[in-house]
Nanobody, 119 residues
Framework: QVQLVESGGGLVQAGGSLRLSCAASRSIGDFNGMYWYRQAPGKQRELVATITSGGSTNYADSVKGRFTVSGDNAKNMVYLQMNSLKPEDTAVYYC?????????????WGQGTQVTVSS
């Protein structure tokens, strides 16, 4: 069983920055990819950023140029640097890891961290 623990959320004014962290209980290199999702009240969970085991990254159009995802294999950590935050970025942010094991594909989720951006 893998545990993912997010941290770094909080309250920030529009235009500010936050860095979210996701700590994995085992090597992030074991996973096919790691992802940041977010879910705002009354809305569906949406994919924000992806980083693959090879280091490739991808972003939702709404955050391109403002958010940066990165990983630290030595620390088993994945980060989401969020700059130029907007009120519409307010959501619970979740970390997810996925991969393929001997029994098939798997995925793990963290418990989420709240980000609130005030106008």
């Amino acid at each position: 069983q893998v545990q993912l623990v997010e941290s770094g959320g909080g309250l920030v004014q529009a235009g500010g920055s936050l860095r979210l962290s996701c700590a994995a209980s085992r090597s992030i290199g074991d996973f096919n990819g790691m992802y940041w999702y977010r879910q705002a009240p009354g809305k569906q969970r949406e994919l924000v950023a992806t980083i693959t085991s090879g280091g490739s990254t991808n972003y939702a159009d709404s955050v391109k140029g403002r958010f940066t995802v990165s990983g630290d294999n030595a620390k088993n950590m994945v980060y989401l640097q969020m700059n130029s935050l907007k009120p519409e970025d307010t959501a619970v942010y979740y970390c997810k890891a996925d991969g393929t094991g001997w029994s098939g594909p798997y995925e793990y989720w963290g418990q989420g961290t709240q980000v609130t951006v005030s106008s």
